[in-house]
C-alpha cells in the first residue's frame, strides 16, 4: 500500500494538560512531529476523535503529516512554561528514518532540561539512547513500551504493520541496561481473546524479563471508524466472538457502541494485573516525576537517600509537586488510584 508524507508548518506543537495525567503516564505537556501512523492499528483510538481532523480515518496509516518546523516550535513554546514532564516523538518508520524530527525534538528537552516520556511501540528508540541517557541525568526520563499482548496470531489480526513484539522488548531490554526508566504499557487488552490470565501473565513476565519495573493496563474503547474496524478484524479472527463484544459494549446492530466496557469488567482486569504485578515484583502503576522533590525538599529525592537520582516512593494518593519552576532534577513518585480498573484515554499513542 503506498505511503504518502504530506509537509507543513503548523502554527503551533505543544499541547498542555490542566493537571497532570495520572494516576497513568503524568504528563503535562505533549508534542508529537507527525499525524498519522504507519502501523495503522485496527483498535487504535486515533482513528477518531480529533486526532486526524477532517481527514478520512481509513487514512491514518497511508498519509503521514510532517511538522517540519516541530522542534523550532517546540524549543520556542517550552521556553514560555514551567518545567513538567513531556510526551514527546514519534519513530514510527520510514517517517523518522527520512526527516529525523523527533532526534531534534529530543535535543530540545535537554536543552531547556524537561523531564521526558515517551510512549512507543518502535524499537527504533534505542538509536537516541545517547540523548535518553543525558535527559535521564540532567531532569528525568521514563519509556512505556506499547504492547497490546504477546500472542503473535492477535498482533496478525489487529496490528499486522506494527514493529515486531520480539524487537521491541529487546530495545526495553537495551534501554533498562542503559539505566533508563522503563516498562510496558499493556493496552489495549482485547476481551474474550486477550484478557485471560495466560496472555496477562506473558506480558508481565516478558516485561520483568526484560527489564521493566512497572505494567500499565488499559481496557480497549471503541468509538467511531475505529469501533467498526476492530470489531471487523475480531470477526475475521474468531466469528464466536462478535456476539461477545456487541454486549459487552452494549452495541446494537444500527446503533453505537459504548466507550468502554462496564466497570465491573475493567475492575476485574485491573485486580487481575495488579495481582499478577505483586507476584512478579513489578509496578502496577508508572512512577510519577515531581519538579523540585517535596515541599521542604532541597532536591530532587528524600534527604539520606541511598538509591541515587531516581527513587521510589509508594503511595496511597497522587503526590503534588510543589517547586514547579525550579528547573533542576526531581524525583519519581508512583501513586496508586484507589480504582482497580483503568480505561485510558490515550492508551495506545504511537
Known sequence: MNLEFREYRPRRILNFRKHADGPWFWERYSAHPYIGCRSGCEFCFLRSGRYLGQRDPDSLHTLIQVKLNAPELLRRELGRVPPDVLACGDR???????????RAMLEVVLELGFPLLVV??????????????QINRTARGGVAYSLSNLDQRLK???EPRSPGLTRRL????????????????????????????AHLEEGVLATREHGGSFVLAGGLTMQGPQAERTLAALERLDPGQVTRWRKLYRWEPGGEPAYGPPRAFASRLGRAVRELCEKHGLRD?????????R??????????????????SWSRRPAVPSGRTARRPGRWMIGR??????????????
Open 92 to 102: 514510527q518508520q520510514p517517517a523518522e528514518d527520512r526527516y529525523r524530527l523527533s
Open 120 to 133: 512507543e511501540r518502535s524499537p527504533l528508540l534505542t538509536r537516541d539512547l545517547d540523548l535518553l541517557q
Open 156 to 158: 496478525l489480526a489487529f
Open 170 to 197: 529487546q530495545a526495553m531490554e537495551q534501554l533498562a541496561l542503559a539505566g533508563i526508566l522503563v516498562g510496558t504499557s499493556l493496552t489495549p487488552i482485547l476481551p474474550g481473546v486477550g484478557d485471560d490470565a
Open 285 to 293: 502503576r508508572m512512577p510519577r516525576f515531581i519538579p523540585g522533590g
Open 295 to 312: 515541599s521542604g525538599s532541597t532536591s530532587g529525592w528524600p534527604s539520606g537517600c541511598s538509591c541515587g537520582p531516581m527513587t521510589w
Open 337 to 350: 488510584s484507589r480504582s482497580t480498573g483503568c480505561t485510558p484515554r490515550e492508551a495506545a499513542r504511537h
